[in-house]
């Protein structure tokens, strides 16, 4: 099991920044990569960025080279830098970890989940 709990979510101004942290404990020599995602009300879950234990990193189109995604070596913690804030990014933003494992030789990963940080951009 994996555990990962968020922090540093919270209410900005439009233009302003946040950085959010996850710390990971448990199993976390399993996991493969670290990611983001996020929720607002009415919509789905949709992926914002995420890094991989080699260190390669995506970001949804819509981040626009306002976010950066950052790890510890140890995939202990990951990190988003949040800048130039959008009304539009209001969400909760949700930590993830995926681990993967093979049935019967069939690649699989179990993805974990943290509770959770509301951002709220809003003048």
């Known amino acids: 099991q994996v555990q990962l709990v968020e922090s540093g979510g919270g209410l900005v101004q439009p233009g302003g920044s946040l950085r959010l942290s996850c710390a990971a404990s448990?199993?976390?020599?399993?996991?493969?990569?670290m990611g983001w995602y996020r929720q607002a009300p009415g919509k789905q879950r949709e992926l914002v960025a995420v890094i991989r234990r080699g260190g390669s990193a995506d970001y949804a189109d819509f981040v626009e080279d306002r976010f950066t995604i950052s790890r510890d070596n140890n995939m202990n913690a990951v990190y988003l830098q949040m800048n130039s804030l959008k009304p539009e990014d209001t969400a909760v933003y949700y930590c993830?970890?995926?681990?993967?494992?093979?049935?019967?030789?069939?690649?699989?990963?179990?993805?974990?989940w943290g509770q959770g940080t509301q951002v709220t951009v809003s003048s």
């Open positions: 448990g199993r976390i020599f399993s996991i493969t990569a």
């Open positions: 993830n970890a995926e681990s993967p494992y093979y049935t019967d030789g069939i690649p699989r990963a179990t993805m974990y």
